[in-house]
C-alpha cells in the first residue's frame, strides 16, 4: 500500500471559522509533510514531522497549526484564514532517502 | 538551498511522438531525484525515482536519466498518448533534509 490519504478533498470555509485537514499513511514512514500548492505553482513546504516531532516550519503563519498525533496520522488545523490561503494542500510521507509519497490534497478555498 | 529549473514550461505535440522533459538543479549533492506528474486540480503521483548512485530509471514508457555531475536530469516519454496529457514536475531533495523542491513543471499536451 503505497497510499496518502487526504481528508476532505474540498473544503469551504469562512473566515472566522476553524476546521481541520486530515493526512493517513500505513507505509510505515516516519516522516510526513504538509506542501501548499497555489495555481499554476510548484509545491512549496509548510511543515515537516519527523517521528512524530515538528522539524522544520517554514515561517508559515500561526494560523496554520499542525499536528501529529502518531506515526500515521498528520493533522493541519485551520483558524481565521484569508482569502489568500486558498490553494491546494498536499500531504507527503516518506523514509530516508527513498521515494516521497502525495496524497490527492485538499482543495481549501476561503470566503 | 536547492534550485530546480524545468524546460520547457509548456509542450504540446501529437500522439505518437517520443518526447524529452528537462530538469536542472543547482546543488547536485542530492542523494536522489524524483519525477512527479500531476493531472489539473489533483495530488502528485509518483512516476520515477531515480538514486544517486543510478543513471537511468525506466517505467514503462517512461525513461528518467541522471547526471550529477551537470546538475541534470531527463524524463523521456516514448510514444507518447493523449492520456499522458499532464503536469509533469521534478523535485530534488534539499541539502540534509529529506525535504524537496519542485521546479515549475512542464505542462505536456498530447493531441489525438
Known amino acids: 500500500d503505497t497510499e496518502v490519504t487526504q481528508t476532505p478533498k474540498h473544503l469551504v470555509m469562512g473566515m472566522t471559522n476553524k476546521k481541520s485537514l486530515k493526512c493517513e499513511q500505513h507505509?510505515?514512514?516516519?516522516?510526513m509533510y504538509w506542501y501548499k500548492q497555489k495555481a499554476k505553482k510548484p509545491p512549496e513546504l509548510m511543515f515537516v514531522y519527523s517521528y512524530e516531532k515538528l522539524s522544520i516550519n517554514e515561517s508559515v503563519p500561526s494560523r496554520f497549526s499542525p499536528e501529529c498525533p502518531n506515526s500515521s496520522l498528520l493533522n493541519l488545523h485551520l483558524h481565521a484564514l484569508q482569502p489568500e490561503d486558498s490553494a491546494l494542500y498536499l500531504c507527503?510521507?516518506?523514509?530516508?532517502?527513498?521515494?516521497?509519497?502525495f496524497g490527492q490534497g485538499t482543495r481549501l478555498t476561503v470566503v | 538551498k536547492q534550485e530546480v529549473t524545468q524546460i520547457p514550461a509548456a509542450l504540446s505535440v501529437p500522439e505518437g511522438e517520443n518526447l524529452v522533459l528537462n530538469c536542472s538543479f543547482t546543488d547536485s549533492a542530492i542523494y536522489n531525484l524524483q519525477w512527479f506528474r500531476q493531472d489539473p486540480g489533483k495530488g502528485l503521483t509518483s512516476l520515477l525515482l531515480?538514486?544517486?548512485?543510478?543513471r537511468e530509471q525506466t517505467s514503462g514508457r517512461l525513461n528518467a536519466s541522471l547526471d550529477k555531475s551537470s546538475g541534470r536530469s531527463t524524463l523521456y516519454i516514448a510514444a507518447s498518448q493523449p492520456g499522458d496529457s499532464a503536469t509533469y514536475l521534478c523535485?530534488?531533495?534539499?541539502?540534509?533534509?529529506?525535504?524537496?523542491?519542485f521546479g515549475k513543471g512542464t505542462m505536456l499536451l498530447v493531441s489525438p
Open positions: 523535485a530534488a531533495p534539499n541539502s540534509g533534509y529529506s525535504t524537496l523542491t
Open positions: 507505509m510505515g514512514h516516519r516522516a
Open positions: 531515480i538514486q544517486s548512485s543510478q
Open positions: 507527503a510521507s516518506s523514509q530516508g532517502d527513498r521515494e516521497a509519497f
